[in-house]
């Protein structure tokens, strides 16, 4: 299956970081060019969660289960992977869902945030598979020097789980002030 893993998760790398690039622009330009981009954003993001769903089925069929959760960096690429996933379907889900309502108010602002969590988690996802091929890269270094040991721990640090909060909290916030200026305007 490593092959077919290889070959597959091309596909949800290309269309995340794009999908997110696209984001960023139509948050940034009511003009023609962000409207072009988010017409484009549904297809995107369906095909993004469909490889990317494809590519974390294949990924768990590359290793026996008992080397894969035995390894750290098996761990850490498969919680990755994993939330990588879950940020790219939330984003799927509320393109689809609410339509251009997304890029009201605040809210565009709720996407950017999104997308920007979701483009840095496939970015680790991808660091870590090629640490697990050998493909070493510097952002493993980053990610020690900001306390993820990733060859030897497989745990939340306390800086990590503060930003999360910080993260959930300014999110909660902001999705509060833009339906309230969503009720106002409306
Ligand atoms: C639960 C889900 C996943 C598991 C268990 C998993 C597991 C693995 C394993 C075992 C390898 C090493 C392959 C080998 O030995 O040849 C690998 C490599 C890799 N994986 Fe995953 N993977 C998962 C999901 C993903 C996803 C969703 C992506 C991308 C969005 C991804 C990106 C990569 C990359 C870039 C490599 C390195 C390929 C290379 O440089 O040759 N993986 N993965």
Do not use: C
Request: aromatic share 10%; hydrophobic share 60%; proline share 3%.
């Amino acid at each position: 299956m490593a092959a077919y893993h290889v070959v597959m998760v091309h596909f949800p790398i290309a269309l995340w970081l794009v999908a997110g690039l696209a984001i960023f622009i139509r948050a940034v330009s009511d003009g023609a060019v962000g409207q072009t981009f988010d017409r484009a954003l549904p297809t995107l993001l369906v095909a993004g969660v469909v490889f990317g769903a494809l590519a974390w089925v294949l990924g768990l069929n590359v290793w026996p289960w008992s080397t894969l959760s035995s390894t750290p960096m098996g761990r850490n690429h498969m919680l990755l992977a994993s939330w990588s996933l879950a940020y790219f379907a939330l984003l799927t889900v509320l393109r689809l869902r609410h339509g251009t309502v997304i890029w009201q108010g605040l809210n565009r602002l709720v996407m950017v945030g999104l997308a920007g969590v979701g483009v840095i988690f496939v970015g680790i996802t991808g660091t870590l598979g090629g640490h697990l091929v050998g493909n070493y890269t510097e952002v493993g270094q980053v990610l020690r020097l900001l306390g993820w040991e990733i060859y030897s721990t497989f745990y939340v640090p306390n800086l990590t789980i503060g930003v999360i909060v910080v993260v959930s909290v300014v999110m909660v916030v902001l999705a509060l002030l833009g339906r309230n200026a969503a009720q106002k305007a409306g």
